[in-house]
């Protein structure tokens, strides 16, 4: 009785307004699936474009560049004050003037994701405000307005701050998260990357992030829209390419640290720690999704620490290069997966738990020996302890591979020295990181 006594009470005037409102939303997910549609078919002819023809070729390009980087001398034992000891590094991290040269690390990248950019060629914009309260429009000095805008950016952090989201931040085209020079903490909700190219995330803390159900945000300054429920993922890829992810540190989200899925490709995943999770990377989220044949994803120079159990990554399809990390704990298993990917695997330390049942650092997923025996799975140079093993496999996979192919890795030996300093760093402006 008292609801209907409310809506009698209306003027004509607020019902008018709530019909039009009303209709306007409806109008507006049609709207919403024309232009995510748009943008996907434009996504499409980026990944190709960021396709490499020949990845083994990509990936001793890769394997060079580490051992002409690297020598007993540069990997002696660490005295400090700075010491860089991958190329990666190398590039950017013992100069005292790279707070103000922060658009140096766009050179910096390797394997797959080379060609990343991100904000270089925008202005800095720099984070003052840790709040995220307007998902329409957002203030600018927020974090969601510098990610959302159509213009390249290389953005920055005023101070130490946590960014605690209301919604998954949809990152757009042309971006730079570059924490380094403050402690950032990013929680409570995902990065999305959908349907863009050129993205760096570099130097933050990500965790704690929740599935939330969504609602009106914005991705760009020109378009706002209805998104469904997010899964609480660290850091979400979708059919994207051209992205580099260094230099983070991941812990306790609901989903995965880091999905990529639905043919993104040009992705490097380097010097980042990983702890306290189950579901640690996902490459290719369905096998209904043969465009992940396209994804390509060097792993590399990451501490894969405690609290983990498996999927470190778990792989569909693509070609995936996984080299020099270091696997210290796992409960389930390291490297898996299903749907025929190559997955090539160099100079990593696999340290494998005490659990007899879990001495194998690889998992073929729903998949009998009759199938996967032809799937290529390499092993080289990697070191295996405490009964750790790898079971290799292959076979063709559009070509065959053998041993030749492969320009060998840094061996796993040096692997402790390699990921040494993985994870976010306390770089302070003046002195080198």
Same mark, same amino acid.
């Given at each position: 009785?008292?609801?209907?006594?409310?809506?009698?009470?209306?003027?004509?005037?607020?019902?008018?307004?709530?019909?039009?409102?009303?209709?306007?939303?409806?109008?507006?997910?049609?709207?919403?699936?024309?232009?995510?549609?748009?943008?996907?078919?434009?996504?499409?002819?980026?990944?190709?474009?960021?396709?490499?023809?020949?990845?083994?070729?990509?990936?001793?390009?890769?394997?060079?560049?580490?051992?002409?980087?690297?020598?007993?001398?540069?990997?002696?034992?660490?005295?400090?004050?700075?010491?860089?000891?991958?190329?990666?590094?190398?590039?950017?991290?013992?100069?005292?003037?790279?707070?103000?040269?922060?658009?140096? *690390?766009? =050179?910096?990248?390797?394997?797959?994701?080379?060609? /990343?950019?991100? @904000?270089? &060629?925008?202005? #800095?914009?720099? !984070?003052?405000?840790?709040?995220?309260?307007?998902?329409?429009?957002?203030?600018?000095?927020?974090?969601?307005?510098?990610?959302?805008?159509?213009?390249?950016?290389?953005?920055?952090?005023?101070?130490?701050?946590?960014?605690? *989201?209301? =919604?998954?931040?949809?990152?757009?085209?042309?971006? /730079?998260?570059? @924490?380094? &020079?403050?402690? #950032?903490?990013? !929680?409570?909700?995902?990065?999305?990357?959908?349907?863009?190219?050129?993205?760096?995330?570099?130097?933050?803390?990500?965790?704690?992030?929740?599935?939330?159900?969504?609602?009106?945000?914005?991705?760009?300054?020109?378009?706002?829209?209805?998104?469904?429920?997010?899964?609480?993922?660290?850091?979400?890829?979708?059919?994207?390419?051209?992205?580099?992810?260094?230099?983070?540190?991941?812990?306790?989200?609901?989903?995965?640290?880091?999905?990529?899925?639905?043919?993104?490709?040009?992705?490097?995943?380097?010097?980042?720690?990983?702890?306290?999770?189950?579901?640690?990377?996902?490459?290719?989220?369905?096998?209904?999704?043969?465009?992940?044949?396209?994804?390509?994803?060097?792993?590399?120079?990451?501490?894969?620490?405690?609290?983990?159990?498996?999927?470190?990554?778990?792989?569909?399809?693509?070609?995936?290069?996984?080299?020099?990390?270091?696997?210290?704990?796992?409960?389930?298993?390291?490297?898996?997966?299903?749907?025929?990917?190559?997955?090539?695997?160099?100079?990593?330390?696999?340290?494998?738990?005490?659990?007899?049942?879990?001495?194998?650092?690889?998992?073929?997923?729903?998949?009998?020996?009759?199938?996967?025996?032809?799937?290529?799975?390499?092993?080289?140079?990697?070191?295996?302890?405490?009964?750790?093993?790898?079971?290799?496999?292959?076979?063709?996979?559009?070509?065959?591979?053998?041993?030749?192919?492969?320009?060998?890795?840094?061996?796993?030996?040096?692997?402790?020295?390699?990921?040494?300093?993985?994870?976010?760093?306390?770089?302070?402006?003046?002195?080198?990181?």
């Amino acid at each position: 009785m008292a609801g209907s006594i409310a809506v009698v009470a209306r003027s004509p005037l607020s019902v008018l307004l709530y019909v039009l409102a009303t209709a306007a939303a409806a109008a507006n997910v049609t709207s919403d699936e024309e232009y995510w549609a748009q943008r996907a078919e434009v996504a499409r002819s980026n990944n190709r474009a960021a396709y490499v023809s020949d990845p083994v070729a990509a990936m001793n390009r890769f394997n060079a560049d580490v051992l002409r980087a690297t020598s007993r001398r540069s990997l002696r034992r660490y005295q400090g004050p700075c010491m860089a000891t991958n190329p990666i590094d190398r590039c950017w991290r013992c100069r005292g003037d790279w707070a103000a040269d922060r658009k140096r *690390l766009a =050179q910096c990248a390797r394997g797959f994701g080379h060609n /990343t950019v991100g @904000g270089v &060629g925008g202005k #800095v914009y720099v !984070v003052t405000d840790a709040s995220d309260d307007d998902l329409i429009r957002p203030r600018r000095g927020t974090l969601r307005w510098g990610a959302i805008q159509d213009r390249p950016l290389w953005i920055v952090f005023a101070r130490d701050m946590i960014v605690t *989201l209301r =919604q998954e931040l949809i990152v757009n085209h042309n971006k /730079t998260i570059d @924490g380094r &020079g403050a402690q #950032v903490h990013i !929680v409570s909700a995902q990065i999305t990357l959908q349907n863009v190219q050129q993205v760096i995330i570099h130097g933050v803390h990500i965790h704690h992030s929740a599935p939330h159900s969504g609602g009106m945000i914005r991705d760009s300054k020109h378009h706002y829209g209805q998104r469904s429920r997010s899964d609480g993922d660290g850091i979400s890829v979708l059919s994207s390419s051209n992205v580099w992810v260094d230099h983070v540190s991941m812990y306790r989200c609901s989903d995965g640290l880091i999905d990529v899925v639905n043919g993104s490709t040009g992705i490097t995943i380097s010097n980042s720690h990983f702890t306290n999770h189950d579901h640690v990377m996902l490459f290719g989220a369905s096998n209904d999704n043969p465009q992940d044949r396209e994804m390509q994803i060097t792993v590399s120079f990451n501490h894969f620490g405690k609290g983990l159990v498996q999927r470190m990554p778990r792989c569909r399809y693509g070609f995936f290069h996984v080299v020099n990390n270091d696997y210290t704990h796992w409960i389930m298993y390291a490297i898996g997966g299903n749907k025929n990917p190559t997955i090539i695997s160099q100079g990593n330390r696999f340290i494998a738990p005490d659990d007899p049942n879990a001495k194998e650092v690889t998992k073929r997923e729903y998949a009998p020996y009759s199938e996967y025996k032809d799937w290529v799975w390499k092993s080289q140079g990697d070191v295996m302890m405490n009964g750790a093993f790898f079971n290799e496999s292959g076979g063709q996979n559009e070509r065959k591979y053998d041993q030749l192919d492969f320009i060998p890795a840094k061996h796993g030996s040096y692997v402790g020295q390699l990921t040494q300093f993985a994870g976010a760093l306390k770089c302070r402006v003046g002195k080198p990181c």
